[in-house]
């Protein structure tokens, strides 16, 4: 069965921290993965993953896939309170060009003041 | 990329009844879909709504509970009928904006529907 596996469920630091956010994934052809953050309804794209160990970086958020061991990571340094949200990482797969996507759980970030 | 719209917001209906959800792009688009986040879920794909035919869904949804068009590259509506609380969401259109091995999928505002 395809599945996508996010860790933590859930996380609370404090602004400042640097935070590491993890997904891990078990589907048949995988195309690529998104990340998004959702904030009160609709997840907002942060990055799409393609190859191995090629790093995508926007401000303080940073991400990187891992085509061999199945998973990815999502870092945000230097947190900040307008950082707490909901985030998902996304596989896209199949053996056409469906587009079809499936979710993780989501981890829940909260950055406290 | 592209500008997504969807009507209503949000809405409050009572069981039995049902509501038809628009999504609104700025530009044509190759793929779009639907999605369900239900209270404390993930997002879950209900259908891919084929551009001029009938939408293709997932396993546990189906066209009688959820009809689905796509009259043209830039618009498409999901029905939710005969409404049960368990209805109660957030319905979730998404585009993809051009044929390509690598997809960056976008999402609309959402729509958080309540079934009483």
């Known amino acids: 069965e395809d599945k996508v596996v996010q860790s933590p469920l859930s996380l609370v630091v404090h602004e400042g921290d640097t935070v590491t956010l993890n997904c891990s994934y078990e589907?048949?052809?995988?195309?690529?993965l998104l990340w998004y953050k959702q904030e009160k309804k609709a997840p907002t794209f942060l990055f799409m993953l393609?190859?191995?160990?090629i790093e995508k970086k926007s401000g303080r958020l940073s991400s990187i896939l891992d085509k061999k061991e199945l998973f990815s990571i999502l870092n945000i340094t230097a947190t900040q309170t307008g950082d707490s949200a909901v985030y998902l990482c996304?596989?896209?797969?199949?053996?056409?060009?469906?587009?079809?996507?499936?979710f993780g759980q989501g981890t829940t970030l909260q950055v406290k003041p | 990329s592209a500008v997504i719209s969807q009507k209503p917001s949000r809405d409050i209906c009572q069981r039995g009844t049902s509501l038809t959800i628009q999504c609104q792009v700025d530009?044509?688009?190759?793929?779009m879909f639907w999605y369900r986040q239900q209270p404390g879920q993930s997002l879950t794909l209900i259908a891919t709504?084929?551009?001029?035919?009938?939408?293709?869904?997932e396993s546990g949804f189906v066209i009688d509970k959820f009809p689905i068009s796509r009259p043209n590259l830039t618009f498409s509506t999901l029905t939710v009928s005969n409404m049960s609380p368990e209805d109660s969401s957030i319905y979730l259109c998404?585009?993809?904006?051009?044929?390509?091995?690598?997809?960056?999928?976008?999402f609309g505002p959402g729509t958080r529907l309540t079934v009483l």
């Open positions: 998404s585009v993809v904006e051009r044929e390509a091995f690598y997809n960056e999928q976008f």
């Open positions: 589907v048949t052809n995988f195309r690529s």
């Open positions: 393609t190859s191995s160990g």
């Open positions: 996304a596989v896209v797969y199949g053996s056409s060009n469906t587009g079809k996507l499936i």
């Open positions: 530009s044509q688009v190759t793929m």
């Open positions: 709504a084929n551009q001029g035919s009938e939408a293709t869904y």
